[in-house]
């Protein structure tokens, strides 16, 4: 599968099972943790390519999760901003954008003014 990727992607990249083709009609996902950017990412570039090869959709998960010890506002609305211009690319790009946010305490997001 990767034998006629680009170089910089196929160093880069490693097989981690044995399966060697996707299974089925549903998208290929890139589910990004970090680089949330679509110019010069490695990551959405393989997404892209397995998903030319096999004539599937691309689906780019953007995760935000706020259950780490110093999670700040700050923090946050850059993570919003990224999602906001992940959408705005993918849409120009073809590609479908998904965001979700997950936490198990109160959200450092909002706060009540008494």
Same mark, same amino acid.
């Given at each position: 599968?990767?034998?006629? /990727?680009?170089?910089? #992607?196929?160093?880069?990249?490693?097989?981690?099972? +044995?399966?060697?083709?996707? %299974? =089925? +009609?549903?998208?290929? *996902?890139? /589910?990004?943790?970090?680089?949330?950017? #679509?110019?010069?990412?490695? $990551? @959405?570039? *393989?997404?892209?390519?397995?998903? $030319? %090869?096999?004539?599937?959709?691309? #689906? @780019? !998960?953007?995760? @935000?999760?706020?259950? !780490?010890?110093?999670?700040?506002?700050?923090?946050?609305?850059?993570?919003?901003? $990224?999602?906001?211009?992940?959408?705005?690319?993918?849409?120009?790009? =073809?590609? +479908? *954008?998904?965001?979700?946010?997950?936490?198990?305490?109160? +959200? $450092? #997001?909002?706060?009540?003014? *008494?």
């Amino acid at each position: 599968m990767m034998d006629d /990727w680009p170089t910089h #992607l196929s160093e880069r990249t490693r097989h981690r099972n +044995s399966i060697s083709e996707p %299974q =089925g +009609s549903g998208p290929v *996902v890139v /589910w990004l943790k970090s680089s949330f950017r #679509l110019h010069e990412n490695p $990551a @959405i570039e *393989v997404g892209r390519h397995i998903a $030319a %090869q096999h004539d599937l959709p691309l #689906l @780019i !998960y953007h995760g @935000i999760d706020e259950r !780490y010890p110093h999670a700040s506002l700050r923090h946050h609305n850059m993570l919003l901003d $990224a999602a906001v211009d992940m959408d705005d690319g993918c849409r120009k790009g =073809g590609a +479908s *954008v998904c965001a979700s946010r997950s936490t198990r305490r109160p +959200s $450092a #997001l909002r706060h009540e003014v *008494v």
